[in-house]
C-alpha cells in the first residue's frame, strides 16, 4: 500500500472513531451515553402504550372478577350515641328517616332538575365519566380534595353498594360496578336508587324524606323551584342548608340553584321564558330530631361540627352512625348555665308582647383552661325555635371584648407609643373623644361611650381597659400596627374569616366576626400564661373503622409575661371598672366587656383560675338574619355588656364552682411598667367635651346594616367626677339606685 493509500485510511479510521470522544461537539450526531440511552421517544412511547394495555387489561379483569356487592352497611344504620363527660347517656340518634317511592312519584320536572345539574347525559351516557373519574383519581392521590365527576350512576353505586370513603380502590371498584349495574338495570330505576339513596341533611335520606325537611310537602307536590333547590343542596348539604348557610355557602347554592335552570334550557327542557319566572323557594325551618330537645341539639350540633372537622368526614358519613361520643360537658355546669340564662335573662323577657324581646338571642361557651374541655355550653332556647347554635354562630362582632387582644399584641411586640414609651399598662394615652388618631394613613376618630372625654390630663391604659376607652385603643393599634395585632388574635384562637378589617385602625374595637367558642379559646390562653387552649367539647370518639384525633393545645402562643400582664389588667377591670357587676369574695375574676354599635350585640367575656366563660347577646330580627337592636331588652335601655351578659356570667359561675376551693392568679410574671409622666399636654379637642354630641352621633339606630356593623364602647361606664383628692377608686352615683352601681372613671368630663 501507497503513503497516499495509507494516509486515505487513517483519516477514514479517525473519521469513524472521532465522534466517541466528542459526542456533544458542534456538527457531531454524537451517541447518546449512560442514561440517556434508556430514555428515547421510543421507549418513553412504548412504556406508555404498554402502561396503557397493562390498564385497559386489569380493567377488564376486574369487570369479569368483580360483582355488585350486597348494599353496603350504611344502607342499614347504625346509631350514634352521645354521652355527658360522667357517662350518662344524652342521646342515641340513628333512626335512618328514609320513605323509598317509586320514580313515577317524582314529577318528570324534578327528575329533568337533577339530570341537569348533576348528569346531562345521563340517559346517554355508559354509567362511567371516563374524565370525570380521571380527574378525580389524580385530585384524591394528589391530596387535593375529595373525587369529583361521578355520574348519576356512579353516585347510586357509591351509596348503595359501596362506602363514602375516598380513596383510589374504592373509585376504581366504583367504576367497574357502574358499569355492570348500567348494563343490568334500565335508567329510570337507576335514577329512582339514586333519588332514594342520596342524603339531602336535616338527617333526610332520600328525595321524600327531603321533600318533607325542607318544604313540609309529599314529593309528587314540589314545585319546580323547590325541586331544583333539592337538587342543589345535595351537593353539600351542611354547607347550603339556607337555615344555617352561611352567606359565602348562601352563595354558591344560588349559583347552583340557577345552574340548574340554565342547564333546563340548553337541554331543551325548560322554555326560557318559563325559567324567567322562576324564584327561589326559601325551604321551612328545620325540626329537631325525637330526643333531642332542649340543649341536647345544640351540643349535638357542636360536636358533628368538631368530630366532621377532625376526621375530614362527610355529614353523609357520620349520618351513617357507629360513633359513641362522649362529651366534655359536665351536666351539673350544663344546668348551672342553663339555670343562669332562664333566670337573668328568659324569665324578664316577654317574647310573645314586646317586639324587641322576641328578637334576643343568647349564647354561651364555659371551658377549663387547663385542658380545653368546653365543660358547659348555651346555644338557644331549643332548635324547634332556633335552628343554628348561638355558642357557635360568627355573624356578629366581638366588640370592645377584642381590646384586650390590641394590648397582648403591644406587650408581646414591645410596642412603642407615639412620644418613643414603651406600651405598658402604665403608659399615658389622651382618651380625648373622637381624637383623631396619629400615623396611620387611614383616617379614624371614634367616638367614645356617650362621647366622653378621658384627656384632662392623659389616661393610663389601665384606665382606658376599665372603661373600655375607644380613642385610646384607637391610637393604641395603630402604634402596634394592624398586622401585627391580627396576627396575635390569631395565635390566640380567632379565625381568619372574609371581611377581616385588615389594615384598619377599626379593627381595635372588634369590628372582624367572631363566636363564643373562639372568644374562650382567646381568653383562656390568657388565663392559661399563653399556652395556647383549642376549646374541645369532644372527650372521645370511637369507632370501629375511624379514628378521631383530639385537636392540640399547650405550644406557647404568646410569652407568659404577655398573658399574665393582661390578666391583670383585666382583673382591674372586674375590680374597678366596667366589670365591677361580678366582682365576689367567691373567686378572683378577670374580664371584659364589650358592646357594638347601635347595640346589636353585648358581650361579657371573663374568667377566674379555674373556669374561663364567655355569655353573647344577639339582636335577631325573627325569621331572618338582619341583626337589630337590644336596646329596650325587657323593657329597659340600652342593654350593654355589663348588664344581662355580666349577670348570667356571675349566676352561673357562683353555681359552677359553688365547693370548689378557688384560687388567686399566679401573676409572678406581670409587668406593668413604670409610672410614667405626661411629656405632653391633653388634646386640644377635649374642649368638645363641654359641647353636646351631635345627631349624627347617636348609635342606637333601630335598623341597622348588618354589612356595615363596628363596634361601639361598653354602655356600662356613667359620667360624674370623683374627688382628685380622695382615692382613684370609682364610687358609685347615687342617681341609679336599685341598680349595680355605675363606675365613675377618672379623668372624666361630663357631657350635658
Do not use: C
Not at 320536572?109 to 348528569?119: G, K, M, V
Not at 336508587?193 to 341533611?201: A, I, K, M, P, V
Amino acid at each position: 500500500m501507497g503513503r497516499a493509500e495509507a494516509r486515505k485510511a487513517q483519516q477514514q479510521r479517525s473519521a469513524r472513531r472521532a465522534p466517541r470522544g466528542r459526542a456533544t461537539g458542534k456538527g457531531q450526531a454524537g451517541k447518546r451515553t449512560g442514561i440517556r440511552r434508556f430514555f428515547t421517544w421510543k421507549t418513553i412511547l412504548g412504556t406508555f402504550f404498554g402502561m396503557m394495555l397493562l390498564g385497559m387489561a386489569a380493567l377488564v379483569g376486574l369487570y369479569f372478577y368483580v360483582d355488585p356487592p350486597n348494599p353496603n352497611a350504611e344502607a342499614t344504620q347504625q346509631s350514634n350515641t352521645y354521652k355527658y363527660a360522667d357517662g350518662t347517656l344524652m342521646a342515641r340518634v340513628g333512626e335512618r328517616n328514609r320513605e323509598l317511592v317509586p320514580i313515577d312519584k317524582v314529577p318528570k320536572e324534578i327528575q329533568t332538575a337533577f339530570i341537569a345539574i348533576e348528569n346531562k347525559s345521563f340517559y346517554q351516557d355508559r354509567g362511567v365519566d371516563f374524565m370525570g373519574v380521571a380527574r378525580g383519581l389524580l385530585r384524591t392521590a394528589t391530596g387535593k380534595g375529595a373525587a369529583g365527576g361521578s355520574t348519576i350512576t356512579q353516585q347510586y353505586v357509591k351509596n348503595f353498594y359501596l362506602t363514602q370513603d375516598q380513596t383510589p380502590t374504592r373509585k376504581l371498584k366504583e367504576l367497574v360496578i357502574s358499569l355492570k349495574v348500567d348494563q343490568k338495570m334500565e335508567k329510570d330505576e337507576i335514577l329512582a336508587g339514586y333519588l332514594n339513596t342520596s342524603y339531602f341533611g336535616r338527617g333526610a335520606y332520600g328525595i321524600q324524606a327531603a321533600a318533607q325537611a325542607y318544604y313540609g310537602v309529599d314529593v309528587e307536590k314540589l314545585t319546580l323551584e323547590q325541586g331544583a333547590y333539592l337538587a342543589a343542596v345535595l351537593q353539600a348539604p351542611s354547607d347550603y342548608d339556607w337555615a344555617t348557610a352561611s352567606p359565602k355557602g348562601k352563595e354558591l347554592v344560588t349559583i347552583r340553584f340557577n345552574g340548574v335552570f340554565q342547564n333546563m334550557v340548553e337541554m331543551g327542557a325548560l322554555d326560557e321564558a318559563k325559567r324567567q319566572t322562576l324564584k327561589f323557594q326559601q325551604p321551612i325551618q328545620p325540626k329537631p330530631a325525637p330526643g333531642l330537645d332542649g340543649q341536647k341539639g345544640y351540643l349535638k350540633q357542636a360536636a358533628d361540627a368538631e368530630l366532621r372537622r377532625q376526621t375530614n368526614m362527610t355529614a353523609a358519613e357520620l349520618q351513617a352512625g357507629g360513633w359513641e361520643i362522649t362529651l366534655n360537658i359536665d351536666p351539673k355546669k350544663q344546668k348551672a348555665l342553663e339555670t343562669a340564662v332562664k333566670d337573668e335573662l328568659e324569665s324578664r323577657l316577654d317574647r310573645k308582647n314586646r317586639p324587641v324581646d322576641a328578637a334576643v338571642q343568647a349564647g354561651a361557651t364555659s371551658v377549663d383552661p387547663k385542658t380545653g374541655a368546653i365543660v358547659a355550653m348555651y346555644g338557644g332556647t331549643g332548635l324547634s325555635d332556633h335552628w343554628a347554635s348561638n355558642a357557635l354562630r360568627s355573624d356578629f362582632q366581638p366588640g370592645s371584648t377584642f381590646k384586650p387582644v390590641v394590648l397582648a399584641s403591644a406587650l408581646e411586640n414591645k410596642a412603642l407609643t407615639q412620644d418613643k414609651k414603651r406600651i405598658t399598662p402604665n403608659a399615658l394615652y389622651d382618651g380625648t373623644s373622637k381624637r383623631p388618631v396619629v400615623g396611620s394613613s387611614i383616617p379614624f376618630n371614634p367616638q367614645n361611650q356617650d362621647d366622653k372625654d378621658y384627656g384632662t390630663p392623659l389616661m393610663t391604659v389601665q384606665e382606658a381597659t376599665n372603661f373600655s376607652v375607644n380613642s385610646v385603643y384607637a391610637q393604641m393599634i395603630v402604634d402596634v400596627k394592624p398586622p401585627k395585632v391580627k396576627q396575635t388574635a390569631l395565635q390566640l384562637g380567632m379565625k381568619d374569616r372574609p371581611g377581616w378589617p385588615e389594615d384598619k385602625p377599626a379593627m381595635s374595637l372588634g369590628t372582624m366576626s367572631a363566636n363564643t367558642v373562639e372568644m374562650a379559646a382567646v381568653y383562656a390562653t390568657l388565663d392559661n400564661h399563653g399556652k395556647k387552649v383549642v376549646p374541645s367539647i369532644i372527650k372521645s370518639a370511637e369507632h370501629a373503622e375511624r379514628e378521631f384525633k383530639k385537636p392540640e393545645s399547650g405550644q406557647q402562643a404568646i410569652s407568659r409575661a404577655t398573658a399574665d400582664t393582661v390578666t391583670k389588667v383585666l382583673t382591674g377591670v372586674v375590680n374597678d371598672g366596667s366589670g365591677k357587676a361580678v366582682r365576689s369574695s367567691a373567686y378572683e375574676a378577670a374580664g371584659k366587656t364589650g358592646t357594638t354599635e347601635s347595640n346589636v350585640a353585648a358581650w361579657f367575656t371573663a374568667y377566674t383560675p379555674e373556669l374561663v366563660t364567655v355569655v353573647a347577646m344577639f339582636g335577631e330580627e325573627p325569621g331572618t338574619a338582619k341583626q337589630t337592636t337590644l336596646t329596650g331588652t325587657a323593657g329597659g335601655g340600652r342593654a350593654g355588656g355589663s348588664s344581662f351578659p355580666a349577670e348570667i356570667w356571675k349566676a352561673y359561675t357562683l353555681a359552677a364552682l359553688k365547693g370548689v376551693s378557688t384560687a388567686q392568679f399566679d401573676l409572678e410574671e406581670a409587668d406593668m411598667g413604670p409610672v410614667q409622666t405626661p411629656s405632653r399636654s391633653a388634646s386640644p379637642s377635649a374642649s368638645a367635651a363641654t359641647t353636646s354630641p351631635s345627631p349624627s352621633s347617636s348609635q342606637t339606630s333601630p335598623s341597622p346594616d348588618p354589612s356595615k356593623v363596628s363596634p361601639n364602647p361598653d354602655p356600662s361606664k356613667s359620667s360624674g367626677k370623683p374627688d382628685p383628692t380622695k382615692s382613684n377608686s370609682p364610687k358609685p352615683d347615687p342617681s341609679k339606685t336599685g341598680q349595680s352601681p355605675p363606675i365613675q372613671p377618672p379623668f372624666v368630663q361630663q357631657n350635658q
